[in-house]
T-cell receptor, first 111, second 114 residues
Framework: DQQVKQNSPSLSVQEGRISILNCDYTNSMFDYFLWYKKYPAEGPTFLISISSIKDKNEDGRFTVFLNKSAKHLSLHIVPSQPGDSAVYFCAARSGTYKYIFGTGTRLKVLA | DGGITQSPKYLFRKEGQNVTLSCEQNLNHDAMYWYRQDPGQGLRLIYYSQIVNDFQKGDIAEGYSVSREKKESFPLTVTSAQKNPTAFYLC?????????????FGPGTRLTVL
């Protein structure tokens, strides 16, 4: 049973436009959500996070929105740049130490 | 430089052999993790350890074993009992949960069974 879902395996966006990546979860006990960026054959790198007590967190071009009632979070990248092309994973913290990852969305930013 | 190192980057194994993947961190993190990534899939948790000499099974622990004798090191052994071991393996660590903490990942080891 997939507790963290990324239903869009891929997304293509024109350079300069907004990229919106979505993530749904099923467990209302998750208290912390994260987004990671991953290039092929490398480990994921942390991008941005949000606590369950907030509904928005912003860091430069990246903003994460959390809708607890819908159990949905999204990552907005604006403006999108070709260097943003990568696989993006959302993750949720379950308990003290366990993190559960989604299946990833491959973002392609077209120049 | 603080970080997580995994070695080797590429590993080939003959069927029926055990193989051990190395993971070392100098971030002074208490918790360490092993994940497996397969094409088109997310990261699936194999094992994690919150503290030295203690570890817990993740979602796909069958065919794997770990040890945590030192805070800095969390090696993963892929045994011959693992039916489909070819994958990309990622090690991670995280600091004590005092608030909002992320995991830090190593560069990964790609294991191929011949």
């Amino acid at each position: 049973d997939q507790q963290v879902k990324q239903n869009s395996p891929s997304l293509s966006v024109q350079e300069g436009r907004i990229s919106i990546l979505n993530c749904d979860y099923t467990n209302s006990m998750f208290d912390y959500f994260l987004w990671y960026k991953k290039y092929p054959a490398e480990g994921p790198t942390f991008l941005i996070s949000i606590s369950s007590i907030k509904d928005k967190n912003e860091d430069g071009r990246f903003t994460v929105f959390l809708n607890k009632s819908a159990k949905h979070l999204s990552l907005h990248i604006v403006p999108s740049q070709p260097g943003d092309s990568a696989v993006y994973f959302c993750a949720a913290r379950s308990g003290t130490y366990k993190y559960i990852f989604g299946t990833g969305t491959r973002l392609k930013v077209l120049a | 430089d603080g970080g997580i190192t995994q070695s080797p980057k590429y590993l080939f194994r003959k069927e029926g052999q055990n193989v051990t993947l190395s993971c070392e961190q100098n971030l002074n993190h208490d918790a360490m993790y092993w994940y497996r990534q397969d094409p088109g899939q997310g990261l699936r948790l194999i094992y994690y350890s919150q503290i030295v000499n203690d570890f817990q099974k993740g979602d796909i622990a069958e065919g794997y074993s770990v040890s945590r004798e030192k805070k800095e090191s969390f090696p993963l052994t892929v045994t011959s009992a693992q039916k489909n071991p070819t994958a990309f393996y990622l090690c991670a660590s995280s600091p004590p949960v005092t608030g909002m903490n992320e995991q830090f990942f190593g560069p990964g080891t790609r294991l191929t069974v011949l």
